[in-house]
């Protein structure tokens, strides 16, 4: 059979954009890529019925009450199944043997009809990450379960993940400056857990999230020795989330700050070891994460071709843009950004499912997961996981099937995805506005929106200029790598 009448008109289009697509169809992984197809197919659906139609006045409702959430848009995701896309099928989650290339596809797809929308979307799963690349198995049957369950419902159950502090947020992305770092917020040890005492600035879906995957540090004179991961519930008394920033673009999605006023939180808690922070809690989730902020930039300035390709095949007094050559040379090197983001976020994500898919996917994991859910949740069981003994078992796994220099070989793609794509996407913006003029069209206000949009992608994951850096330091100077967690660590306030 022709691979084009087995397929949707989306199978076509993306076998087209993506010819990688088409390659591992084409070499047996129809399953697979199968259920990639379906995926975008909901998104465009998703885009079609629910983003599109309300994302320019959203954009206008936030920067007039940057309070307003709508909840309507978290209540669609479940109906996707997009809150799911980084917990393990065995789990009642979605995520397969392409968790990382569906992921990058997806956000591509989701953020060309708007980018905030998809934002508040895709920050959850961010804040899920950190759980499940920790291994922390004890949460899984819970916390995991609970989002699966409440999305199932569509009741949205969501996580953010919040690193960034009002004097530290480039500083706690490296080891060398998280070294340096002037921290707010510090978690003292107590009797049975930990004590948080400071504010988190900036956490993407932070007035909404349920769960938080928080990491700081237990002494904020060794905060690199000492920086740790936890899990924070909304509910613990003296946590609360007091304001949300008034943001240029990305509207639809809340920027929140976090405040810790003599929060206890239990050892059971915490994420890995102590100390294990910047191993579990940042370096191993930029890797899987900034490749897919690349595709997030792509999507944006995917957006903003699609209107200005509208706006140049419109007729202006007569006259339609597309028939001068100036533009249509634009065209060209602007659908040329795009397929080099898509490079560059492809080899990236398939990197990552070529990595994941190995720790995901394993006899001991299958064999774990497949255990009665009520085998796994008993006292005894949870209370092996939480101890020294267990979370040594669980780091052997890891590090069994994940390698410090694979690790950091995808640092180093996600890196370079991200910044490359995210200015590629602001020059796109940039030009696309330029040649336009001041006129005021529909379209415009879409390519100004996505513009505002793009100038985030080039912020958050850590700026570009912290990106270039740590291409820089794996590639040509070999200063970085990332560790997994080893097993069997010593304590770190010794
Ligand atoms: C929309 C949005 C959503 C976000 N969501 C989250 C979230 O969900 N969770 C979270 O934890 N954080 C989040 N952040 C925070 C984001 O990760 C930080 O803003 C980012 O890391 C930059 O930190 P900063 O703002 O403190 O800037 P700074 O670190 O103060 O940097 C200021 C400038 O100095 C430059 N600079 C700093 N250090 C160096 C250096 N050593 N060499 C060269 N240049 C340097 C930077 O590149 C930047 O241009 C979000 C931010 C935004 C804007």
Not at 184 to 192: D, N, P, R, Y
Request: with cysteine; charged share 25%.
């Amino acid at each position: 059979m022709m691979i084009g009448q087995e397929l949707s008109e989306t199978g076509r289009r993306l076998f087209r954009d993506f010819p990688i697509l088409r390659m591992l169809w084409e070499s047996g992984r129809k399953k697979g890529i199968r259920e990639t197809i379906g995926l975008i197919e909901k998104a465009e659906e998703f885009n079609r019925t629910f983003a599109v139609p309300r994302a320019l006045e959203l954009d206008m409702r936030m920067e007039r009450e940057p309070e307003y959430f709508d909840w309507e848009i978290m209540r669609r995701a479940c109906r996707y199944r997009f809150l799911s896309l980084f917990i393990p099928r065995q789990l009642g989650g979605i995520a397969g043997e392409f968790m990382v290339t569906n992921t990058s596809l997806l956000m591509d797809e989701l953020c060309s009809g708007c980018s905030g929308i998809a934002l508040a979307v895709g920050a959850h799963s961010l804040g899920v990450a950190p759980l499940v690349t920790s291994g922390a198995m004890a949460h899984w049957d819970t916390v995991l379960k609970e989002i699966v369950e409440g999305e199932l419902r569509e009741q949205p159950v969501t996580m953010a993940y919040a690193i960034t502090e009002p004097s530290a947020g480039t500083d706690v992305e490296e080891p060398e400056y998280l070294e340096k770092a002037k921290l707010s917020l510090e978690a003292k040890k107590v009797k049975g857990g930990y004590v948080l005492n400071g504010r988190k600035c900036f956490i993407s879906d932070g007035s909404e999230a349920k769960y938080f995957t928080v990491c700081a540090a237990l002494d904020r004179s060794r905060p690199l020795q000492t920086w740790t991961t936890f899990l924070v519930e909304r509910d613990m008394e003296g946590f609360s989330t007091p304001r949300v920033e008034l943001k240029m673009g990305q509207r639809a999605s809340h920027a929140a700050e976090l405040l810790f006023e003599e929060v206890f939180v239990p050892d059971s808690h915490v994420l890995g070891y102590e100390g294990d922070g910047m191993g579990n809690g940042i370096l191993m989730i930029m890797a899987a994460s900034r490749g897919p902020v690349g595709s997030i930039a792509t999507g944006i300035a995917r957006g903003a071709f699609q209107h200005f390709l509208a706006w140049a095949k419109t007729k202006r007094n007569g006259k339609r843009p597309i028939d001068e050559d100036r533009i249509r040379l634009a065209l060209a090197d602007m659908w040329g950004m795009i397929q080099e983001n898509r490079g560059l976020y492809m080899s990236n994500a398939m990197l990552g499912d070529g990595i994941f898919s190995k720790a995901l996917d394993n006899p001991i994991m299958n064999l774990t997961l497949g255990l009665p859910s009520s085998l796994r949740t008993m006292p005894l069981m949870r209370n092996f996981l939480n101890s020294y003994y267990g979370k040594a078992m669980i780091n052997a796994i890891l590090r069994y099937y994940l390698k410090d220099e694979d690790m950091t070989q995808l640092l180093e793609t996600a890196s370079l995805a991200k910044f490359s794509c995210a200015d590629n996407a602001m020059e796109l913006c940039s030009r696309a506005l330029s040649l336009m003029g001041p006129e005021d069209s529909e379209e415009r206000r879409w390519v100004e929106k996505c513009y505002r949009d793009a100038k985030l992608t080039q912020i958050y994951e850590g700026t570009n200029q912290l990106n270039r850096l740590v291409v820089n330091n794996i590639r040509f100077e070999e200063t970085l790598r990332v560790e997994v967690p080893r097993p069997l660590k010593k304590g770190v306030m010794a």
